[in-house]
């Protein structure tokens, strides 16, 4: 069973910058996606970053110029290096993986609170 853990949320003021980090367990199968969602309370998900097999990393608009997803391969770890944050950046990050299956894997979640 594959399992994300979360860690790096937590509170800002505007202008500060955050750090999101995400391993994945238990995989047996290839992942091929790996990156970071978001959700505001009585909104959908929406994408952050996410780093396809292939090389490609894509960004939300919102987030470009501003955010880094990295990855740490031999550990399956990815980060979401965050800066210059805004109050609109306050959500719930959840951490997603892709396997070569085409199975969806999803953290827990975790808090970011940015204050104005």
């Known amino acids: 069973q594959v399992q994300l853990g979360e860690s790096g949320g937590g509170s800002v003021q505007a202008g500060g910058s955050l750090r999101l980090s995400c391993t994945s367990s238990g995989s047996a199968a290839r992942t091929i996606a790996m990156g970071w969602y978001r959700q505001v309370p009585g909104l959908q998900r929406e994408l952050v970053a996410i780093w396809t097999r292939g090389g490609n990393t894509n960004y939300a608009d919102s987030v470009k110029g501003r955010f880094t997803l990295f990855r740490e391969n031999a550990f399956n770890t990815v980060y979401l290096q965050m800066n210059n944050l805004t109050p609109e950046d306050t959500a719930v990050y959840y951490c997603?993986?892709?396997?070569?299956?085409?199975?969806?894997?999803w953290g827990k979640g975790t808090l970011v609170t940015v204050s104005s």
């Open positions: 997603n993986a892709r396997d070569e299956t085409a199975a969806d894997y």
